[in-house]
């Protein structure tokens, strides 16, 4: 059996596609459990009368990725669980070709994932390299192209991958237990990343399948709520990607706040009257990355107290 993790935020209009393509392309055996993150009374009801057979975990604080998985990963039963994003739309039927995909990997083949693509057809990835700190500051500087080809992703058929992509991807439950499932060190990124580098890290192999697609619906525009998700991404993505090393974190940390600072500059002088506005929001969020580099607060505590300003 495969269990199905799924974290909505208030959003059945995405859930309810999400779970029709999921039971429409699926006929291995499925226990499905949802989080309901910040649910209104009424949208939990509805969720609950429109698909009883789903499990539902509420979910009322806030909380990060990792942590409102976990919730339900710690009480799945299947040999394997699949993690899918709500805002995602299968065509084909995506678990059913990775369980085949196990049959034919040696043992210690422990996630495969499909290719993950935007609803324009555009590859988001398939397959992900290692991430080192490197490779975080070229993405911090929008310079990491994951369609570029390298020995690890955009590749054909079933190939050996890194890492995941958190947005979707199939693994056995044994290794998932034995892994911790996801480190809640991190609020909004990097846990897909570092749970990839766990896995291997552990002695499995991760696996992509680039014939076998999901689509992540991914858009909309930049909410008030980045002054409050980006600071919390990139104070987990500085303890991941520092290794716990005080001297490589403080480097990483001056080269983002020194990023941050120059963003900020250049919104200084726009018209930031309507706090809704992209350049207020931007400005906003380089002020609170700045913050938040240097402290000793935890990703959640700065998502927890940036949260409250923001929506204040």
């Known amino acids: 059996m495969v269990s199905v993790v799924i974290v909505c935020m208030n959003r059945p209009d995405l859930l309810n596609p999400c779970l029709e393509s999921l039971y429409a392309h699926t006929t291995a055996p499925l226990e499905v459990w949802v989080v309901a993150y910040m649910f209104s009374e009424e949208n939990l009801a509805r969720l609950k009368a429109d698909w009883p057979s789903v499990k539902v975990v509420e979910s009322r604080e806030l909380r990060g990725f990792a942590e409102n998985n976990n919730l339900a990963l710690k009480q799945v039963t299947g040999e394997y669980c699949f993690i899918v994003n709500d805002d995602t739309l299968q065509s084909m039927p995506v678990i059913d070709r990775l369980l085949d995909d196990f049959s034919r990997l040696p043992a210690g083949a422990a996630i495969v994932s499909p290719k993950i693509v935007f609803a324009d057809g555009r590859v988001q990835t398939s397959g992900r390299a290692p991430w080192t700190a490197w490779r975080y500051v070229k993405h911090y500087l929008h310079l990491v192209d994951e369609t570029v080809p390298t020995p ?11 890492t995941v992509n958190g947005a979707c991807f199939l693994i056995k439950t044994a290794v998932f237990r034995e892994a911790g499932w996801f480190d809640e ?16 890290d552990l002695g499995y192999t991760v696996w992509a399948d680039a014939d076998v697609e999901i689509t992540h619906l991914a858009g909309g ?3 008030r709520l980045e002054a409050a998700i980006k600071p919390t991404r990139v104070r987990g993505a500085l303890q991941f990607y520092s290794g716990g090393k ?20 250049k919104y200084l002088f726009a018209d930031r009257s309507d706090p809704s506005s992209h350049a207020a929001i931007m400005y906003a969020t380089s002020k609170n990355v700045m913050r938040s580099v240097f402290t000793k607060r935890t990703s959640k505590e700065i998502f927890t107290k940036l949260y409250r300003e923001v929506t204040a």
């Open 185 to 200: 060190t991190y609020t909004f990124t990097p846990e897909d990343i570092a749970l990839g580098h766990k896995v291997n």
């Open 246 to 265: 005080p001297v490589k974190y403080f480097l990483l940390g001056s080269f983002v706040w020194c990023v941050e600072a120059i963003r900020r500059l």
């Open 221 to 223: 525009t930049v909410s």
């Open 152 to 162: 690890w992703s955009m590749k054909e058929g079933l190939f050996r991958t890194w």
